[in-house]
């Protein structure tokens, strides 16, 4: 069973910065894709950011040249690296991986934009 656990959450100012964690239990993650996603209060889980096990990365157009996705495979981590943040990025933020035979989310951590 893989764990993925979610930090570096917070309260920032708009036009601020958060680094996001999403640790993994084990290193089987090392071979799958890994997603980030968000939701917003009252809206969908949107996919934000995902690393596919090579390091190929694709990001929604509403955070391209903002948000930066990557991975530490020694250390079983993707992190989301999330710059210059608009009002709208707030949201409980996920990461989820995908085997051949489970999908796993994370808990969750809270982006909050305010000024």
């Known amino acids: 069973q893989v764990q993925l656990v979610e930090s570096g959450g917070g309260l920032v100012q708009p036009g601020g910065s958060l680094r996001l964690s999403c640790a993994a239990s084990?290193?089987?993650?090392?071979?799958?894709?890994v997603n980030w996603f968000r939701q917003a209060p009252g809206e969908q889980r949107e996919l934000v950011a995902p690393?596919?096990?090579?390091?190929?990365?694709d990001y929604a157009d509403s955070v391209k040249g903002r948000f930066n996705i990557s991975r530490d495979n020694a250390n079983n981590t993707v992190y989301l690296q999330m710059n210059r943040l608009k009002p709208k990025a707030t949201a409980v933020y996920y990461c989820?991986?995908?085997?051949?035979?489970?999908?796993?989310w994370g808990q969750g951590t809270q982006v909050t934009l305010s000024s």
């Open positions: 989820k991986s995908r085997t051949i035979v489970n999908t796993y």
């Open positions: 084990g290193s089987i993650i090392n071979s799958y894709s």
């Open positions: 690393i596919t096990s090579g390091g190929t990365k």
